[in-house]
């Protein structure tokens, strides 16, 4: 049943598709349909004075809204910031994932701690979640990272994807590092790897074999197709977005259709984007069909959220 070729469903881009916010970098859009019928996009956002490198320390998970999936959408709210010292999610509130299970909505998040160099902040990533009754918050969190890195995945454990499997139990889908080949070795290969929970909440156990293991890899986003009875991930593998497939969520191989997009978007206006980064891939799903596949792109000092049609396959 790996029939689902997003590459060829993907429609131009419209002007309402792309969002931006004045004054921030924003970044890594993932859109959730609320209980009253609007659209609400969840993304993480930084000062511009930060400069591009400014989310490992400063990003906020922000909130924005709209009549319609495709936009436009309007900033709303912040729903998380960095909580300080003496807290594991100390720095920042980074690449959001916003799910509603069980009644209640689920913010899963990576965050960061202080520490002498960038580079311990950096392998201070964890993630976490915050539950809400309602999509606008307040946000409750927890003392504790919902993953932290260990085997297969080495200094980081981020980027969260989540959906809940057909056995009830939930799937999560998480990008770290693999064990570097030298001490000195500081940026080694990435991973994607896999963990269960019974609850959306936790606690999440990694799995030994990860979902993608033979290319370097970020950002992959997961979900369960219902009318192909399989598990889809997106993630972003540098030069292109890619689709892998899985008829039990755990063993996992590249899709029939793999390759979704290079780094070009068609636009509504005849024009061609051609960011330098499109990353963050997700997948908006409403009714049971791929409705929007969502992207953060950049080009220079404009960092935006889109959000690509994509046509019904019927």
Known sequence: MDSL???AMIRPLSADGVFRDEGFYCWGP???KGEDGRYYMAYSRWPEHTQSSGWLTDSEIALAVADQAG???AHL?????????GH???MMAHNPKLKRFNGKYHLYYISSRRGPTRGHIRDSQCIGVAVAAMVTGPYQRFDAPLLAPSEPLYNVAVNPGVTQMTDGRYLLIVKGDIAPKKPEERMPQRIQALALA??????????PQPAIADIDTEDASIWYDTGRDTYYAVFHAHTYIGLIASEDGIAWKRAKHYKITEKRLAMQDGSVLWPDRLERPSVFIEEGAPRFLCLGSAKGQEWSCLLVPLRSTG
């Open 5 to 7: 070729d997003i590459g």
């Open 30 to 32: 993932n859109v959730i």
């Open 71 to 73: 936009g436009p959408y």
């Open 77 to 85: 709210t912040v729903l998380l910031r960095g909580r300080g010292p």
């Open 88 to 90: 594991w999610d100390d």
């Open 198 to 207: 019974d609850s959306p909440t936790g606690p999440f156990r990694l799995l």
